[in-house]
């Protein structure tokens, strides 16, 4: 369904809106009252994770000139890569600093955030945004 979104407002839009919806998401399972509200907040992270993982590379190909798409992809999954344990490394130590697994994951929103802060500043040619 998030295809039609990139479709109309573009990659860089869709991208900033499931970061929104992923901070928020992450925010309510850290805060989360009672155990509905925990299942509310994984619902809108498995909502919203497949939207930017597809959106990422919808608006990749729409910024990277045609020349350089193969290094630009290939720089894009090794970054990924080198940085997949970034995440699981804050959600450990901060498990283990605040002896609680749900105040662990309050990093995830952090990360959302700074992507967000970081895309605003991308200017893509070409795409919707």
Same mark, same amino acid.
């Given at each position: ?9 573009? *990659? ?12 928020? /998401? ?9 155990? /509905?509200? $925990? ?11 497949? +939207? ?13 000139? +045609? ?21 699981? /490394? ?21 990360? $959302?955030?700074? *992507? ?7 200017? +893509?040619?070409?795409? $919707?945004?």
């Amino acid at each position: 369904l998030f295809g039609f979104v990139d479709d109309k407002v573009g *990659g860089k839009a869709t991208v900033l809106l499931s970061l929104v919806a992923l901070s928020i /998401a992450t925010v309510i399972a850290v805060t989360a009252p009672s155990r /509905a509200w $925990f299942w509310v907040a994984g619902i809108g992270i498995g909502l919203f994770v497949g +939207p930017n993982q597809s959106a990422s590379r919808s608006l990749m190909a729409r910024v990277a000139p +045609p020349h350089l798409r193969a290094e630009m992809f290939g720089l894009y999954a090794l970054s990924g890569k080198a940085t997949a344990f970034l995440a699981p /490394a804050l959600i450990a130590l901060t498990s283990d600093l605040t002896g609680s697994q749900r105040l662990g994951i309050a990093p995830v929103a952090g990360l $959302f955030i700074l *992507g967000l802060i970081l895309l605003i500043r991308v200017k +893509p040619k070409g795409d $919707f945004a």
